[in-house]
């Protein structure tokens, strides 16, 4: 097996709006995603060897309000997950791709003409931003949940795109839109083969955590995105090289080959006696004492998908159309990871994704692998607050070591960081056992889930 890394040095700024407040920032978020779609590579066919999407056994499923929802006070996880290596493609896929595109910013600024402010000159300019280090500045993430936004670009893109927005809103004392006083950069990770790339993204971010550096969660259809302070660049690289990855000049990404177990450094060492059992006690001890619930949405139904081929600038512009309508869903979010690559969370209902545009033969994946949202408040804690990762991670983790195999190898987290809230993603199959492992944490007992399994059908 093998694990691939990207640390993507474009600088990222990252935005926070209440969804009620969704209509100031309409208009720089639509110049966004047009802007993007002009910077998507045509395709003369849109087949692919993928799997295709599968219609077959759809679930329409409703965002209202969930009479049987389990509230879990005062202890939840806010950012964490375990991949499938079945539903995604490997990150190395995704990068090849994206070397379709290398001249992206001198294509695109040949192509767009349009009015207003113009992303191909933006991505132009954006190449002599830093001098250091080449910019392709493709990632964005849009994400929509009950009660929040959240916009993520390149700060260069964000600085032209938003500050118009950002001053109408200081001047209506807005004082609720929060941007994150720093910039950040995103590490995707991918180990091709390996269910659990959740041990992966906890061991190569445990020593951030413990530093106590503010982390921010993504999964995507294809990988699994971890946001860092843009300062901490030269650390994160440090860690990578430290648990033996390798940079790699033609993928442009740090690669790794058979390290499940990798050799501790000195600085791990240091740590070891912080990492797990002081590094969860606190974690706990802080949703504790503010109090902090989540809310398990059993009758919401997701999909984390991504378009197909050939369809990337379609997917775009579809987004683009449901937030100019003010038809968004509930839960959305739209995050592009390569030049010629978006992932989507989708509404699991066939009728609704219809509405929005995005049928089956736009999207991959099975329409049966619906995920439920497990709901985490986070406005009762500082926007800087740290170790929720690396603590709520390792506890899952830990709790899951005395399930047995028939259910521990079908065990998955997907998760959506926002600045005020957080949603973990899992699977309707697995909810019964995440309650009850979330009910443990709630009540600071150390007996085995397995223990307690009885009282379920798993």
Same mark, same amino acid.
């Given at each position: ?76 996880? #806010? ?34 003409? *349009? ?53 109408? %809103? ?43 550096? @503010?982390?921010?969660?993504? #999964? ?52 070891? *006696? ?8 606190? @974690? ?9 619930? #989540? ?44 030049? @010629? ?15 929005? *545009? ?34 709520? %991670? ?24 926002? %600045? ?39």
């Amino acid at each position: 097996m093998s694990s691939q890394v990207l640390l993507d040095p474009v600088p990222l700024s990252i935005l926070s709006i209440p969804r009620d407040k969704v209509w100031l920032f309409n208009s720089p978020i639509l110049q966004l995603l047009h802007g993007e779609a002009k910077n998507v590579p045509e395709y003369s066919s849109d087949s692919e060897q993928e799997l295709p999407y599968s219609d077959s056994d759809d679930e329409d499923s409703t965002y209202e309000s969930d009479d049987s929802v389990n509230e879990l006070d005062p202890m939840a996880s #806010s950012h964490f997950s375990s991949n499938s290596g079945i539903k995604r493609n490997s990150l190395s896929r995704v990068l090849s791709e994206s070397k379709v595109d290398n001249s992206s910013k001198h294509d695109v600024a040949s192509a767009s003409s *349009g009015s207003g402010t113009d992303l191909a000159s933006l991505n132009k300019s954006s190449s002599h931003h830093d001098s250091e280090e080449e910019q392709d500045d493709h990632f964005f993430h849009i994400a929509f949940t009950p009660t929040e936004c959240t916009v993520i670009c390149s700060t260069h893109k964000f600085d032209v795109l938003f500050n118009e927005a950002l001053k109408t %809103a200081h001047q209506l004392e807005y004082n609720d839109v929060i941007v994150l006083d720093e910039p950040y950069l995103n590490l995707q990770v991918d180990s091709e083969g390996d269910f659990n790339n959740s041990a992966r993204i906890l061991e190569l971010t445990r020593p951030l955590s413990e530093h106590k550096i @503010t982390l921010f969660f993504l #999964s995507s259809h294809y990988t699994d995105i971890v946001l860092i302070p843009f300062r901490y660049k030269k650390q994160v690289m440090n860690i990578l090289s430290n648990h033996k990855f390798q940079f790699s000049e033609v993928s442009r990404s740090y690669i790794a080959e058979n390290m499940n177990s990798p050799e501790p450094t000195e600085e791990d060492n240091a740590l070891r *006696g912080f990492t797990a059992h002081d590094l969860e006690s606190n @974690t706990l001890k802080l949703f504790k004492e503010a109090g902090i619930s #989540s809310v398990i949405n059993r009758k919401v139904k997701l999909l984390l998908t991504s378009a197909r081929r050939g369809k990337t600038k379609r997917s775009i512009l579809k987004a683009a159309q449901c937030i100019a309508s003010n038809e968004v869903p509930t839960y959305f979010a739209i995050t592009r990871i390569s030049n @010629t690559s978006v992932s989507l969370i989708l509404p699991g209902s066939r009728r609704e994704r219809a509405r929005m *545009g995005f049928d089956y033969k736009s999207i991959i994946g099975s329409s049966q692998e619906t995920i439920i949202p497990i709901t985490i408040d986070l406005t009762k804690l500082p926007l800087d607050s740290t170790g929720i990762v690396a603590g709520v %991670a390792s506890r899952l983790l830990t709790s899951m070591k005395s399930v047995p195999d028939v259910i521990s190898s079908t065990f998955e987290m997907n998760y959506l960081s926002m %600045a005020r809230s957080a949603i973990i993603l899992i699977p309707k199959e697995n909810v019964k056992i995440v309650t009850k492992m979330l009910e443990q944490m709630k009540d600071g007992t150390s007996d085995s889930v397995v223990d307690k399994l009885s009282q379920f059908e798993i």
